[in-house]
């Protein structure tokens, strides 16, 4: 092989000025909107530097105006053609109907030869995207549209990341076609609703809604900063150079290699049949909330390309191909109350109490709206029809009110002056959205201490539910968690649906909570800006509680993660009267937290950060994280830079992909075993 000729210097002297002029362009054209250069004079110059970087490919720089920008927002939202309609696909909603969608087959096709292999794949749930690379460059990108005519939105689909600018093929396609799903993941829509919520702007009711929104923006660099992706599904025309691959999964392979981003592995299947592609539909319904990004179903494909064309179309839907839906988690109810509701911390907290709608497995009858501000957002009153969606992990929430349906007009909703449960006074800090009952003794606060109090992350008292604690204090007296080491099995057999048993099974529970590590300890008092990451740091620096409780602020702001409001919050709550005599109850019945092992110095993450992503199989996240502490490493949930390792799993994403980036190592379960030592 001949070595590379290195590029001369004019060369290099050239590509830098057109780097210059083309980025001077884009600057003045996107953000001064005083454009100087024609969309003729703007493409030559872009031109020629392609064709200097593709004969020295040194020469193209990570930041080069071909790599990210230089397609302009000129063209952006108008009609665009598709070559071949892009098709909907046929919706079934069991294995029952997948099973007879499949046997309909013979009746278009019942030749002896007839037997299709199925691919299965996550139906992800984004918005479907056109991209045709002409002569090996990106041309044009269109959304679906009504089928036959999508909206131009090349600009916006050339910042997504990911996207290929160009096809890495020896002798390029006159055309090229690959169609896919624009989105964004769950935690990064999380993300980016609260920062859109922080600043005041609209945010979006699902990541669907957030991708298409991003989509439509009119400035190609707003685009960007947004967090898309996207995953190619299939082709449209497409004429190979070389020979065309006989499937869909040959397909993948080979856009794989061209650098397009295809389904994971992990989540896609070829099924031998039509009982192995049910399987495979199965475990993707069981993975659902594990996933990255939201699904709303499966597809599954004949994978063979002769089959397909045999089947054909109808003329919305392809017959070799089905979207096996799963169920919906948003929906349609109406608000009958909202009510204000008062939690552990005495904020004060609207919800909506609705008609009782099924959605993804669990029947929703109340959704938190926020705070006040949420609720004269949304303009909701009690009558409204409202769209709800529950996602993944994430709680019910409502996403839109229905005001068109509104009938009469309903008050708004006029914000107590007085605690709702116990009348005292509420205070609403200026700098704060929420308002908050003042009253400690609050039945509706003191219940919500001790749920937090008993609750698995803090003393694991088990049995401890929200309907045993309300009759707990409203019959038994218990006002605070000092109160549950008194409790006698006498009294308990008093109440409802408590037998002997079960009174014992109890007091059983809340005498082993006595020798709970003191990271849960502190987690379960509830102090005002600890949370579990704080205790168990707090933990750690101090071994015991004597000497958490005996620190001053000064000690406190010792500890690493520890900063003024935190230290100021701890040690107003251990001088508080009302804390110190719940406190010193608690010690004379016997609590006696488990002094925390110092960190080992000298274990292997000793150090080190460590975040775990995607699902782990040989224990709970819970129990890998202990490990990481155990052995004197931090675990986080977050990758940056200070990130020392990240340990993913089946299913990972945009953590595993952010520490690629930042160059962060990654291990897989097995090998964070072997550095475990376990
Ligand atoms: S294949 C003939 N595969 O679902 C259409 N579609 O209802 C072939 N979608 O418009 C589509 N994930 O936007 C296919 N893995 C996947 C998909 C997928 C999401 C969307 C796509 C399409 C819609 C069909």
Not at 117 to 123: I, L, N, S
Not at 158 to 186: C, I, N, Q
Not at 295 to 307: E, H, P, R, S
Not at 620 to 633: C, N
Request: hydrophobic fraction near 40%.
């Amino acid at each position: 092989m001949s070595k590379p000729v290195p590029p001369p210097d004019t060369a290099r002297r050239r590509a830098e000025e057109l780097r210059a002029d083309l980025r001077d362009a884009d600057e003045r054209y996107h953000q001064k909107d005083d454009p100087h250069l024609s969309d003729f004079e703007y493409d030559q110059l872009k031109d020629e530097l392609v064709t200097l970087e593709d004969r020295w490919p040194e020469l193209r720089t990570p930041d080069s105006p071909t790599q990210a920008v230089g397609f302009r927002a000129s063209s952006l939202f108008a009609p665009v053609v598709h070559r071949e309609p892009m098709l909907s696909l046929e919706k079934v909603n069991s294995r029952d109907d997948f099973l007879a969608w499949r046997k309909s087959m013979a009746d278009f096709d019942a030749g002896a030869d007839f037997a299709p292999r199925f691919t299965v794949e996550p139906k992800v749930d984004g918005v479907a995207v056109e991209l045709v690379y002409e002569r090996g460059r990106l041309k044009v990108a269109s959304t679906r549209g009504d089928g036959t005519t999508g909206e131009d939105i090349t600009a916006n689909v050339a910042r997504v990341a990911g996207v290929p600018h160009a096809l890495s093929m020896p002798s390029a396609p006159d055309v090229f076609e690959v169609r896919g799903e624009v989105y964004v993941t769950k935690a990064d829509f999380l993300e980016w609703n609260e920062r859109l919520l922080a600043e005041g702007g609209e945010t979006k009711a699902n990541p669907r809604n957030f991708a298409a929104g991003s989509l439509k923006q009119k400035d190609p660099e707003e685009t960007a900063r947004r967090p898309l992706r996207l995953l190619v599904y299939g082709l449209g025309v497409a004429n190979w150079a070389s020979s065309a691959p006989a499937s869909w999964h040959e397909a993948r392979e080979r856009l794989r290699a061209l650098a397009f981003p295809v389904v994971p592995d992990e989540l896609f299947t070829l099924a031998d049949d039509e009982n192995a592609a049910a399987a495979a539909v199965a475990s993707l319904e069981a993975r659902r909330d594990d996933l990255a990004f939201e699904i709303d179903g499966a597809v599954i494909k004949v994978d063979q390309y002769d089959l397909q064309r045999r089947l054909g179309a109808r003329s919305r839907s392809p017959r070799w191909a089905v979207a096996y839906k799963f169920p919906p988690r948003e929906g349609r109810t109406v608000v009958r109350a909202i009510e204000v509701s008062v939690g552990r911390t005495g904020a004060l907290t609207p919800v909506a109490v609705v008609e009782p709608l099924p959605l993804g497995g669990v029947t929703i009858t109340n959704i938190s709206l926020h705070n006040r501000q949420e609720v004269e957002r949304l303009d909701l009153r009690v009558g409204d029809t409202v769209m709800i969606v529950r996602a993944g992990d994430v709680i019910p929430h409502v996403t839109k009110v229905l005001h068109e349906l509104r009938t009469g007009d309903p008050p708004k909703l006029a914000w107590p002056e007085h605690c709702p449960v116990c009348g005292a006074t509420v205070d609403a800090p200026a700098d704060e959205p929420l308002s908050y009952c003042t009253n400690l003794a609050c039945p509706s606060q003191v219940k919500g201490r001790l749920f937090h109090f008993g609750s698995r992350r803090a003393m694991d008292i088990e049995g401890l539910g929200e309907k045993l604690i309300a009759q707990l204090v409203e019959t038994k007296g218990v006002a605070d968690p000092a109160a549950l080491y008194r409790l006698t099995a006498a009294e308990l057999v008093e109440l409802e649906r408590m037998g002997e048993k079960s009174a014992a099974t109890l007091l059983e529970q809340i005498e082993a909570s006595k020798r709970r590590p003191l990271a849960r300890f502190l987690n379960a008092l509830g102090i005002p800006n600890v949370g579990e990451s704080t205790a168990r740091d707090l933990a750690r620096h101090f071994g015991t509680f004597a000497r958490v409780r005996a620190a001053t602020v000064e000690q406190l702001l010792e500890v690493p993660e520890v900063g003024d409001v935190t230290a100021t919050s701890v040690r107003l709550f251990f001088d508080e009267e009302r804390n110190v005599r719940v406190l010193d109850a608690m010690l004379a019945a016997g609590v006696d937290p488990l002094p925390e092992e110092a960190a080992k110095t000298d274990g292997v993450f000793a150090g080190k950060t460590v975040v775990f992503t995607g699902n782990l199989e040989t224990m709970t996240r819970d129990e890998a994280e202990e490990i990481v502490r155990k052995l004197g490493g931090k675990a986080s949930g977050s990758v940056s830079k200070k990130t020392s390792l990240v340990v993913a799993g089946p299913g990972a994403g945009s953590k595993l992909e952010k520490a690629r980036e930042l160059k962060v190592a990654v291990a897989d379960e097995a090998e964070f075993r072997r550095m475990a030592r376990i």
